[in-house]
Every structure is written in structure tokens, then in C-alpha cells.
């Protein structure tokens, strides 16, 4: 699981690089500034939590279930979070209908908090740290 977590982590955060180049440099001239703003909300948010999966992969203090249960916390925040806004800020350029997708941004970000939660009450209970 652990080598799961390290290569989802690397993932994410390629692609946030990948995706942040592309709006600083691609979508530059194709989007809003307000937009391209939102946009980067979306490449920031990935990265933090790529960065967060390279430090729970390597927590030595969490069970394996505990990591599990960050890991797919995580996974699926960022893909609600990050990806729906993308597909917002974007949608201008893409013609992606995104009407529905307004109410998946903030479903996503209560995923990432209660992934960072979990891991806040997983330290708390131990005795051993």
C-alpha cells in the first residue's frame, strides 16, 4: 500500500506541474484572469495534497488501514475538488456543459478536510508518538 500511496502521490504532483504549466503558458491567452485564477486553485490544491500522500506514505506511525483510509480520502477529493474546477474554469474554452459540476467542488473539498481530520484524530488516539 505504501508504494500505492508514494506512486499516486508522484502522479498527482506531475500532473499538477504538467496542468500549472499548461494554464500559466497555454490557457493564458484562452481564459479570463478570474478564470486562470480558478484554475490555479485547482493545480495548488493537487499539489498540496500530492505533497501530503508523499508524507503519509512514509508515516511510520500510521496503521496500514489508517493510510487506506487517507489515501482514498484524498484520492477522491482531489478528483471531485481539483477536477471539477478545471472543468469550470475551463469550460468557456471546452463548451464541457458544467451546470452540474458546481455542487462537486465543495463535496471534494469536504473529502480533502476529512482526510487531513482522520490523520489529526489517527495521531490523537495514539500513545506511541
Known sequence: MDKKILLTALVLGL??????AFGAHGLKKSLTTEALSTFEVGVRYQMYHALFLLFVSTANFLS???KMIIFYLVLIGVLLFSGSIYLLSTSSITLIKTKVLGPITPIGGLFL???????????????SI
Open 64 to 66: 496500514l488501514k489508517e
Open 113 to 127: 478536510i476529512a482526510s487531513w481530520g482522520y490523520m489529526f484524530y489517527s495521531v490523537l488516539v495514539k500513545n
Open 15 to 20: 500532473v499538477a506541474i504538467i496542468l500549472g
